[in-house]
């Protein structure tokens, strides 16, 4: 009931504001030269920790001398980010006016009214800037509520140093990297072989997503069914937690998310990583990390015999507005602005991501600059069940127990039993 209050609120406030939509467009040129100084708060997380965020701060702000934007950081945890966001929005706080969210919350997030529907106040040709497809993924019923910022998928990082010191190829399949990881354990170059997030979170889902789709598995059939209790399914599992069982991976890998697994392999601790578009620029920042120089990146690996890359789970950052923000005509500016051709220079130059501004992610003078881009067009994407409203449930019923299953509590085969029928409870769940 208190749910349904606060969602009409919601709603009122959405049309409102829809209503005054026209009037928000032609104030675009006011703001720029004659309002009022106003403050916004973007709500974004740190994203390389290389100072990106006032660097588009800044070239914004000379742009528009008027709009002063502060941030605030947003945990690195995207589980924890969300249900801050949802009780603020849903409790009515008209602050974060902009904040960067996950690319799977347009489907609960449209559903709750916690983000504006931008297709009302910003014109066809702000959405044809994109790469196609990711307007699709940022939209639910037919709205689209995020602005993509940029575009993450999984790769593989791992120390060219030392795989040229022991004449080892670049693993193409998950069990030439786990027999390399283990010679390099072997030899003691690094205390650990591989490492990548297997904590219980959302984290990992998409590293589940990635051994599912490469086994030939996957989460639900054409019919929605689900479908996770497969041989398929088992394969990926098993080589997981024979990752684990083979000292590949440590035992705390289970407890890992993604700062833990940079930490190591920045340390130089570990041969491999499994990480986003970010890694590459981090890994390489002085003062956070000590294999400056010794860091090569490639696609994931596939199952022996399944075919030449492997599949990497499509994540990414998108700009949302908050439906009761009091500052609408400079949160559109600068929405507008971060997904534009500078913003968007800035973001991937500064930091290994992928931008979703088409021109920026074709142009051949970002890609020099941005190594995890340049091999963009050879990985295979495989993208997260995330349409329907309740799949955080979904990727509860997945992350949980799979994480089950790597620390051992539960056999594999029944962790992907009881996985397949918590999918189908999610699936019909009403609670969010
Ligand atoms: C990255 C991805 C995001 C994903 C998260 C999981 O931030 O961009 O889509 O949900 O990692 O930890």
Redesign the pocket.
């Known amino acids: 009931m208190k749910k349904s209050i606060k969602a009409g609120f919601a709603v009122l406030t959405a049309s409102a504001l829809s209503l005054s939509g026209l009037a928000v467009q032609s104030s675009f040129a006011a703001v720029k030269h004659t309002a009022a100084p106003v403050t916004i708060v973007w709500y974004a997380g740190t994203i390389s920790g290389n100072g990106l965020r006032a660097d588009v701060i800044s070239h914004f702000e000379k742009l528009y001398p008027n709009i002063h934007v502060k941030v605030v950081a947003e945990p690195n945890n995207?589980d924890t980010t969300r249900a801050q966001l949802i009780s603020q929005i849903s409790g009515g706080a008209t602050s974060p006016d902009v904040y960067l969210g996950?690319?799977?919350w347009p489907g609960q997030f449209g559903s709750m009214h916690l983000a504006l529907p931008l297709n009302k106040y910003l014109p066809k040709s702000f959405f044809n800037q994109f790469a196609p497809g990711l307007i699709a993924g940022a939209s639910y019923k037919g709205n689209v509520y995020g602005s993509p910022w940029f575009q993450?998928s999984g790769f593989l990082y791992y120390r060219k140093d030392l795989l040229a010191k022991y004449h080892l190829p670049v693993p193409k399949t998950w069990e030439k990297l786990q027999q390399e990881a283990k010679f390099l354990l072997n030899k003691k170059a690094v205390k650990y072989g591989f490492v990548w997030?297997g904590a219980s979170?959302?984290?990992l889902t998409?590293d589940w997503m990635e051994y599912l789709t490469d086994a030939g598995g996957h989460v639900f059939n054409a019919k929605g069914q689900p479908v996770m209790d497969s041989p398929a399914a088992l394969h990926a599992l098993n080589f997981m937690r024979g990752l684990i069982t083979s000292g590949v991976s440590p035992r705390a890998v289970t407890t890992f998310?993604?700062p833990n697994t940079m930490n190591l392999f920045n340390a130089g601790q570990a041969a491999f990583l499994r990480n986003?578009d970010y890694a590459y620029t981090n890994s390489q920042t002085k003062g956070q990390s000590s294999v400056i120089g010794k860091v090569g990146v490639a696609p994931l690996p596939t199952f022996a015999g399944h075919g030449t890359a492997g599949y990497a789970t499509i994540?990414?950052?998108d700009n949302y507005i908050n439906p009761h923000t009091k500052h609408l005509a400079q949160d559109l500016l600068f929405v507008k602005y971060l997904a534009s051709v500078q913003g968007e220079t800035i973001l991937a130059t500064k930091a290994s991501e992928i931008p979703t501004n088409n021109a920026v992610q074709h142009n051949p003078a970002v890609r020099r600059l941005n190594p995890v881009l340049s091999i963009v067009a050879e990985q295979h994407l495989i993208a997260r069940p995330s349409q329907s409203p309740s799949y955080a449930k979904v990727s509860q019923a997945i992350y949980t127990n799979i994480n089950a299953a790597l620390s051992g509590q539960m056999s594999t085969a029944n962790a992907l039993k009881q996985a397949n029928s918590q999918l189908a409870s999610a699936q019909s769940s009403s609670s969010l």
């Open positions: 995207t996950d690319v799977i993450d997030q979170y959302e984290g998409c998310t993604e986003w994540g990414g950052w």
